[in-house]
């Protein structure tokens, strides 16, 4: 969930919305193929992963249209919206829990609506995860479940970039660096986690987008 999350408000504060998408599609997909590998035994754990998927490809193509054709002003306005609803949350709802019956009502929108995210600002990650979260899973299949949708969804939109002609040479030239630095980082990443606090790194992580989406709202603000 961390590098699209960061990665992408950071570098459309600079570059444009779609532009950072566009940039970390392809390092995005393979932590998420590398992250499934590792929570193989987590498979099969989500009963509403079908819903979430099917509604969210449709979601992801249209959201991935209005990428390509609405003004970046407006795109940073709701990034920054997914960045602060992300943080109230996780300050003052971070153990709520989902009925079953709110499920079977809920999942299809929630998966239009994380897709259409997905595509339009390349971060699902705030929805997705709090939704999954609510299903209250144990932690191997709340992580495969998660980065399955985050997989299928990012396959969705590079399909659908691909057949706009948004990967351009230079673009595909930019991402292919920025798969530097993922290879050195994601790796440490998964071996840091079992160590570090989390209550402390998740602060630290949040601290920074919070920056990010004050900086990204006075950018829409400003056009």
């Known amino acids: 969930m961390g590098l699209p999350l960061i990665a992408i408000p950071v570098m459309a504060a600079f570059l444009?919305?779609?532009?950072?998408?566009?940039?970390?599609?392809?390092?995005?997909?393979?932590?998420?193929?590398?992250?499934?590998w590792e929570h193989r035994g987590g498979a099969g754990s989500l009963r509403y992963l079908?819903?979430?998927?099917?509604?969210?490809?449709?979601?992801?193509?249209?959201?991935?249209?209005?990428?390509?054709?609405?003004?970046?002003?407006?795109?940073?306005?709701?990034?920054?919206a997914v960045i602060f609803g992300y943080a109230m949350i996780f300050l003052f709802r971070p153990g709520f829990s989902i009925p079953d019956r709110v499920v079977r009502v809920t999942?299809?929108?929630?998966?239009?609506?994380?897709?259409?995210?997905?595509?339009?600002?390349?971060?699902?990650?705030?929805?997705?995860?709090?939704?999954?979260?609510?299903?209250?899973?144990?932690?191997s299949g709340y992580v495969f479940s998660i980065t399955l949708l985050f997989e299928v969804l990012g396959i969705t939109q590079i399909a659908t970039l691909v057949s706009l002609g948004s990967f351009t040479s230079s673009r595909l030239g930019e991402s292919a660096l920025a798969l530097l630095p993922v290879l050195i980082a994601f790796p440490l990443g998964v071996r840091?986690?079992?160590?570090?606090?989390?209550?402390?790194?998740?602060y630290v992580v949040l601290a920074l987008l919070m920056a990010v989406g004050v900086k990204l709202t006075l950018g829409g603000i400003n056009g």
């Open 107 to 139: 999942v299809g929108p929630v998966g239009l609506a994380a897709g259409a995210l997905q595509g339009a600002t390349g971060v699902s990650g705030p929805l997705l995860a709090t939704y999954v979260h609510g299903l209250r899973m144990e932690r």
């Open 16 to 36: 444009g919305v779609e532009h950072a998408v566009v940039v970390i599609a392809g390092p995005a997909l393979l932590t998420n193929t590398w992250l499934l």
């Open 50 to 80: 079908t819903v979430l998927l099917g509604t969210g490809i449709i979601g992801a193509v249209a959201g991935t249209f209005l990428l390509v054709s609405v003004e970046d002003r407006w795109l940073s306005l709701a990034l920054a």
């Open 192 to 202: 840091v986690s079992r160590r570090l606090s989390r209550k402390a790194f998740e």
